[in-house]
């Protein structure tokens, strides 16, 4: 039985890491222009997307290596530069050390997210007989991907059309993640996406047109991916959710379990 431990944490948030790394990457290679970037300091990976992209954090902070006030004042002057606010994804098995230090430099806990985990050498068959089809895309298909991805997100953020399409188009382009699709009768409802990490596979990409909700379909895709990844030599899967949210209850009943809490702290003024 895997136990919720700092070995583990370090395995979950390296893969979280260097999922987002591929995804900057692939913003780099796409828009020379935008600045992307991002970079290893005290064994934290900083990742500068755009200054209002999600992905503009770090990961692992205090997790792989102790974290100097040196080695903060570092990677501040590295969002600085961008012009983008500083925000660190911390796992509670993080150093001790790291608290009392984000919270004399004015930072502030803003975010909470679960971090889920399941082994996948015992996962249940794929169910035989299902209205909802999924499959892996093709690369001419990433555009429709997005399309769709952002289509699940319009109802509660309309305003972020352009801004949605553009995040699905780079996930369906990042190296190592394998894009999703559920249909039903041939029409697309829903998306979701797998990186493969070393062993270990992270779940993201999430998303169902309304039309297509509580019909299965993110538990097909769910279910695919898992298999999917054990498939390729993945041993373990994680995503992260909300606490309490659908996407957290979903995965709880595929067989996954709350590693830990992560907390997101901000620069407040920075």
């Not at 600085?80 to 230090?101: I, K, T």
Request: hydrophobic share 45%; glycine share 8%; charged share 15%.
């Amino acid at each position: 039985m895997l136990h919720a431990d700092l070995a583990l944490a370090q395995r979950l948030e390296a893969t979280e890491a260097r999922c987002n790394a591929s995804f900057v990457e692939a913003r780099a290679q796409l828009y020379p222009g935008s600045g992307a970037a991002w970079q290893h300091i005290a064994g934290a990976t900083v990742l500068f997307d755009t200054p209002d992209s999600p992905l503009t954090q770090t990961f692992g902070l205090g997790l792989f290596a102790e974290t100097t006030a040196n080695d903060l004042a570092q990677i501040e002057s590295f969002f600085a530069q961008r012009h983008a606010p500083v925000l660190h994804e911390v796992s509670p098995l993080a150093s001790a050390a790291l608290l009392p230090l984000l919270l004399g430099r004015g930072y502030q806990p803003i975010e909470y997210t679960n971090v889920l985990f399941r082994d996948l050498t015992n996962l249940p068959a794929l169910p035989s007989t299902t209205a909802v089809s999924t499959r892996i895309i093709a690369p001419a298909e990433a555009d429709d991907w997005a399309r769709t991805a952002a289509a699940g997100w319009l109802p509660e953020a309309p305003e972020l059309e352009v801004f949605l399409r553009e995040m699905g188009q780079l996930t369906a382009r990042s190296a190592g993640m394998v894009p999703f699709l559920a249909e039903i009768e041939g029409e697309a409802v829903a998306t979701g996406s797998v990186f493969l990490g070393e062993g270990v596979a992270l779940l993201a990409g999430a998303s169902t047109v309304p039309v297509g909700r509580r019909q299965g379909a993110q538990t097909a895709l769910l279910a695919a991916r898992l298999h999917y990844a054990a498939a390729q030599g993945c041993t373990l899967a994680t995503m992260g959710a909300h606490p309490g949210s659908q996407s957290q209850r979903n995965a709880e009943r595929y067989g996954f379990r709350v590693a830990y809490t992560r907390t997101k702290w901000q620069l407040m003024g920075g």
